[in-house]
Nanobody, 118 residues
């Protein structure tokens, strides 16, 4: 499984960005996909997840501002980020989770840097 994250960049506070995570296979083949972020000197934290059934979950700091969605036709999961704050500055990573009867596999893509600054 290969995951390619893109869409990061420099944005002013209050602005918006949309991140994309393109998978090498159908996103329905995964039990869930997610976005995590790691700020300077911080641990990697949950941003948002979406299951193959469409259920979503968000970290407390992004609820109401970020939206995760999937497009199976494009094998891509998106993260729409609105009302961005300087504290949203981080490297954003996407992952894909496959759960079998015996094991859970987590695949990670490379990160994409989001910088929120005036």
């Amino acid at each position: 499984v290969q995951l390619q994250a893109s869409g990061g960049g420099l944005v002013q506070p209050g602005g918006s960005l949309r991140l994309s995570c393109a998978a090498s296979e159908s996103i329905f083949s995964f039990n869930a996909m997610g976005w995590y972020r790691q700020g300077p000197g911080k641990q990697r934290d949950l941003v948002a997840t979406i299951t193959s059934g469409g259920s979503t979950n968000y970290g407390d700091s992004v609820k109401g501002r970020f939206t995760v969605s999937g497009d199976n036709a494009k094998n891509t999961v998106y993260l729409r980020m609105n009302s961005l704050k300087p504290e949203d500055t981080a490297v954003y990573y996407c992952n894909a989770v496959v759960i079998t009867a015996k094991q859970m596999y987590v695949h990670w893509g490379q990160g994409t840097l989001v910088t929120v600054s005036s």
